[in-house]
Every structure is written in structure tokens, then in C-alpha cells.
């Protein structure tokens, strides 16, 4: 009903079908319906449709009246609702790739600006969370996907560099050659090891695993003792690695992907949180590239 009584309202203001169509948009055929519907709604004749063009009866003229201060009253109720500190629960998932000490304060900073609201954070695979996005168990998911095509929700990119034993000789990345490279790679479904296994022909028998270890440090260890190469974010190799390891130099390995934000559109209030925390997470991961 709040569409036609704004459609009222117009038409009290323009005195035409035809202006208030232009206004809308909508042709007049649709105009003249949402006034029908309004007439049917509250079982009385609006327009006098005697007349050309037509004009508002008494009745008309009264509901004009009381229309204009429900319409005022709608907005006055949008706007406590756009003011009012967000509070509640907000439940995040945030994917394992992005779970580091940098990412993890640029949330921090985010949920401290409303101090009403309990977060709920939990990791795991993009994979995972997406499903309990689906699910409606996330109301916000942050995860890593192809960076092909761009989503209309990308935060900004992650960049994987390849990571191996300093002192040992360079890597041949050659075609015939990267199918007897061993890797030391968190178990699947790791992103990071899905866009490696892509880039490598989509085949499983041509990635050679050497170590599946969940943890990113212990990871780093077993690549500083020669058991195989290993992948880790740009944006934290550029910080400095640990004693031992070296960037490879891979130019023709785009290990490129897309971080992106899953929203709900049942958010509510707790939009402006869900955009805070989604907006902090892309300006860490951009500042750190």
C-alpha cells in the first residue's frame, strides 16, 4: 500500500497521470492500476474521473491527508533505523589464506567502533564457508576465489609467492620440468593449493606433495629443511621472511586470487559492521601488497 499512497500523493502534486508516469518511472497504464488498487484497498473513489484530467473527490482529498502522514511517518522510521547503533550478533567467517595478525587487527579495529555488538569469528576454507553462508549460518563471509572473472564484490587481490630453502638452486618452472617439484601444502580444500594445482593443468598426479601440514609456521620449517617448496602470501613475504627461506622468482605463475565479501541481505543494522569490517580487511590486504 505504501507504493500507491506515494503514487497518490504524486499525483496530487503533478495533477496528471502522465507527469506522474515521467516521475516514477512507470508507463501510465501502470499509474493508473496503483490508483485502481488503492481504491479497491480502501473501497472508495479517489478520482473524480468525470472530469479531464481528473481531480481528487472529498474522499480523495481526506486520504491525501492521512497518506502524507503515513509516507511521513515511513521515513521518519527508516531513519531511526539507519541512526541507531548497530547491536546484536554478527557472525563472520573469514578464510584460512587471510587468518594472519595483520588481517586479523584490521577486524579488530573494525568491530571496536561498535562496542554493542558480539562477533562471532571462525575460520576455514573458502569452500566450507561459502556453504555455511548458503546456509545462513555466516552473515558475512570473507573468502578467496579465482581471480578470473572479477566479482562485483572484491575486496582486492591476494598474491601468493612461491617459497623455498635459501642457498638451494633456482626452481625450473618449465613445463616438462614442474611435474617433479615436491610442495609442502596445507591439506585440501587449501585455496591457495587449488590455484597452484590449476596453474599446474588441473591434473592431481602432476602435483607432487611432499608434506600436507596445516599449520603456516610449521609449513615454513619443513620448507627451510629442503622437504619441498611452498606458497604463502605476498603481502606477508614482503615483510620479511624467517632465517633460511627465499622468494623464488616465478614470473609465469600468476598466483593471483580474489578476496571477496559474501554479505547477507537480511543484515539489517548490522550492514554498517558487515561494510566496516569488509572495507578494513580490503584496505590491510592493498596496504600490505
Known amino acids: 500500500m505504501i ?63 492521512r497518506a502524507k502522514d503515513i509516507l511521513a511517518s515511513v521515513e521518519a522510521l527508516k531513519a531511526f533505523a539507519a541512526d541507531a547503533e548497530p547491536q546484536g550478533v554478527l557472525r563472520v567467517g573469514l578464510v584460512h589464506g587471510l587468518s594472519d595478525v595483520g588481517v586479523a587487527g584490521a577486524i579488530a579495529r573494525a568491530a571496536s567502533a561498535f562496542p554493542k555488538i558480539s562477533l562471532r569469528l571462525k ?54 620440468a614442474r611435474a617433479s617439484l615436491p610442495w609442502v601444502l596445507s591439506p585440501e580444500p587449501c585455496d591457495a593449493r587449488q ?8 591434473e592431481r598426479h602432476r602435483l607432487v606433495v611432499a608434506a600436507e601440514i596445516q599449520d603456516p609456521a610449521m609449513q615454513m620449517e619443513w620448507v627451510r629443511r629442503g622437504h619441498g617448496l611452498g606458497l604463502m602470501p605476498l603481502r606477508l613475504a614482503a615483510r620479511g621472511l624467517p632465517d633460511g627461506l627465499t622468494v623464488v622468482d616465478s614470473p609465469d605463475f600468476d598466483l593471483s586470487l580474489q578476496v571477496v565479501a559474501l554479505r547477507s541481505p537480511h543484515l539489517n543494522r548490522l550492514a554498517k559492521v558487515a561494510e566496516a569490517i569488509a572495507r578494513t580487511v580490503g584496505e590491510a590486504i592493498r596496504i600490505e601488497s
Open 3 to 65: 507504493e500507491e499512497l506515494r503514487t497518490l500523493v504524486l499525483f496530487a502534486e503533478e495533477g496528471s497521470i502522465q507527469n506522474v508516469a515521467r516521475r516514477l518511472p512507470l508507463t501510465q497504464p501502470a499509474v493508473t492500476r496503483q490508483i485502481q488498487r488503492l481504491e479497491d484497498m480502501l473501497a472508495t473513489t479517489l478520482l473524480d474521473r468525470r472530469q479531464k484530467p481528473p481531480r481528487l473527490t472529498t474522499a480523495g482529498l481526506e486520504v491525501l491527508e
Open 123 to 176: 575460520t576455514g576454507w573458502s569452500a566450507e564457508l561459502v556453504e555455511q553462508f548458503e546456509r545462513g549460518q555466516l552473515d558475512l563471509a570473507i573468502v578467496l576465489r579465482p581471480a578470473h572473472p572479477p566479482e562485483p564484490n572484491a575486496l582486492g587481490t591476494e598474491r601468493l609467492a612461491v617459497i623455498a630453502r635459501a642457498g638451494d638452486a633456482e626452481p625450473n618452472f618449465t613445463d616438462t
Open 195 to 202: 590455484r597452484l594445482l590449476s596453474i599446474l593443468g588441473g
